[in-house]
């Protein structure tokens, strides 16, 4: 089992930065690749980023290409979003996920955290 727990979340205004994180506690993190996701109100899934385990590979949704930074430290078990230049549509709940296999869809992470809520003022 892997437990995931973001924190960072928040209100922000447009134009803002906020950096999230996700301790992961378990089995040995850098085993997985690790991705992040975002849900809006009445939205799917969103697909944001990942990493590898090596942090090796790394790719990001166009829609966050350039605002947004994945990293990781292995030696603290967590993985980070660096988030700039937020804008309203940026809103949503952000969810990290660990996967043994590294890719952009939901199903190819098996353990979840809860989520965080990031809120972008206009």
């Known amino acids: 089992q892997v437990q995931l727990v973001e924190s960072g979340g928040g209100l922000v205004q447009a134009g803002g930065s906020l950096r999230l994180s996700c301790a992961s506690s378990?089995?040995?993190?850098?085993?997985?690749?690790m991705g992040w996701f975002r849900q809006g109100p009445e939205k799917e899934r969103e697909f944001l980023a990942t990493i590898s385990g090596s942090a090796t590979k790394i790719r990001y949704a166009d829609s966050v290409k350039g605002r947004f930074t994945i990293s990781r430290s292995n030696a603290a078990n967590t993985v980070y979003l660096h988030m700039n230049s937020l804008k309203p549509e940026d809103t949503a709940i952000y969810y990290c996920?660990?996967?043994?296999?590294?890719?952009?869809?939901?199903?190819?992470?098996?353990?979840w955290g809860q989520g965080t809520q990031v809120t972008v003022s206009s």
């Open positions: 996920a660990a996967g043994s296999s590294w890719g952009f869809s939901p199903t190819a992470y098996t353990y």
């Open positions: 378990g089995r040995t993190f850098s085993n997985y690749a």
